[in-house]
């Protein structure tokens, strides 16, 4: 933990910023969007290896959203029921379950619900890292903690989108799903249960939104 001195109302104190915790939820988001980000780089490259046609190359990505906008409105209530450090367990092993059945995926259908199932795993993670992120960090530092939080989401989308495109070309689609593999699973080293209200509005519209998206891309070429 390290010890910051800050000015706040002309007043100078100490404010503990705990790195290991924020360092673990820079990883967590970084792996999340690490494992997301590839599918939108090389879904043209996936489509043509399975021998699926061009309109349907889009429902591979419209799978990670569909199952988002399914999962995510459950994250307050798994939450409650697990807390976030056994619920990020949980969608970390089942990001790395799903990756290796992806790579061992035949038809473009398989890869489809494989995909959709990924997603799943994907949905609560974003929203559970910055509930404890709220959770464990004092109003002065939270500004910190939610800079680093989407830091990790930033970082995961980029590096995952580069390394897409020098995996599919150097080892074939395949290879694509096993980027974060190599990877040591991220675990909070917090036992506290984060128990957030749960905000109905944001329930009720945020799903749909995401929905509003999937019927949008799944209409392609027609639109």
């Known amino acids: 933990m390290t010890t910051v001195p800050t000015t706040a109302h002309g007043k100078t104190h100490t404010s503990h910023l705990p790195l290991s915790f924020l360092a673990a939820i820079f990883w967590v988001n970084l792996l999340a969007f690490l494992n997301f980000s590839p599918v939108f780089v090389a879904m ?71 995909l959709f199932l990924h997603g799943v795993f994907v949905a609560p993670i974003s929203p559970a890292t910055q509930a404890t992120v709220k959770e464990r960090l004092n109003q002065h530092d939270l500004g910190v903690g939610m800079a680093v939080w989407g830091a990790g989401n930033c970082a995961g989308g980029l590096i995952g989108t580069l390394l897409a495109g020098v995996m599919i070309t150097a080892f074939g689609w395949r290879s694509l799903f096993l980027i974060p593999l190599p990877m040591v699973l991220a675990v909070l080293k917090s036992s506290e249960t984060v128990r957030p209200k749960c905000d109905v509005a944001s329930l009720m519209f945020a799903p749909l939104t995401i929905l509003l998206l999937v019927v949008t891309a799944s209409m392609g070429p027609s639109l």
């Open 44 to 114: 043209v490259q996936l489509g043509k290896a399975l021998d699926a046609p061009d309109a349907l190359t889009l429902q591979l990505p419209t799978a990670l959203y569909a199952a988002i906008a399914c999962a995510a409105p459950a994250t307050p209530f798994l939450l409650l029921r697990l807390g976030a450090r056994q619920l990020l367990i949980c969608a970390m092993i089942g990001l790395s379950a799903t990756t290796v059945l992806a790579s061992l995926c035949q038809t473009f259908w398989q890869l489809a619900i494989v």
